[in-house]
């Protein structure tokens, strides 16, 4: 699902990132402020068929789920490059339509702590890719395993795990899992130095 073009107000465009868009936005902007979302929290619920996997051994990628809250990266796009912006979002987190184009509203983390209303992907539950809630093991094991187009699964999570403690916070379930492909990979490269 993606909006329309009249579901974009005029002026500048506000974009949410909270995975791999914190450490790669891959567009222009104007400025970049810490930010949360209510109602939605960050999920490694997809199963990745292109940029961290194959539909054969999928990887898991984030995406937005219903409950809780997400701290992320709010960036603000010049109204001049709004529609391109867009254009390159779908191109690349709409590939096999997981993703639902919705507008949020989040709280800017800055002085004025202003609500603004934000472009954000949010998982479809009932999307065959949906992964729901897996275990730490079957995060693990797919993670371990997951190479797409966009590169190593592992590389990913520990990209991700590394722009959320450079804005100062900490994601519980990402953390555990980064710490799990740590311990896993320490005895491949041991092996390696043979």
């Not at 949020?104 to 809630?133: F, I, K, T």
């Not at 916070?169 to 896993?184: C, G, I, K, P, S």
């Amino acid at each position: 699902m993606i909006l329309k073009e009249t579901e974009f107000s005029p002026g500048d465009l506000w974009v949410f990132g909270y995975g791999s868009l914190m450490w790669r936005p891959g567009f222009d902007f104007v400025e970049r402020v810490p930010a949360r979302l209510i109602g939605e929290h960050r999920a490694l619920c997809v199963y990745s068929f292109v940029h961290r996997g194959t539909p054969e051994k999928p990887g898991l990628v984030l995406g937005l789920d219903r409950g809780g809250a997400c701290r992320g990266i709010a960036f603000r796009v010049a109204e001049r490059n709004r529609a391109a912006t867009v254009a390159y979002l779908r191109a690349r987190e709409q590939v096999t339509s997981v993703y639902r184009e919705v507008k949020r509203s989040v709280w800017l983390q800055n002085e004025a702590r202003q609500r603004v209303s934000a472009l954000a992907y949010v998982v479809d539950r009932g999307h065959v890719q949906y992964a729901g809630r897996l275990s730490p093991a079957e995060q693990l094991r797919h993670v371990l395993h997951g190479h797409g187009q966009s590169g190593v699964n592992r590389d990913y999570v520990l990209a991700t795990v590394k722009a959320i403690e450079a804005e100062g916070f900490r994601d519980q379930q990402l953390h555990r899992l980064a710490m799990m492909l740590h311990e896993a990979h320490a005895p491949l490269a041991a092996q390696g130095n043979r």
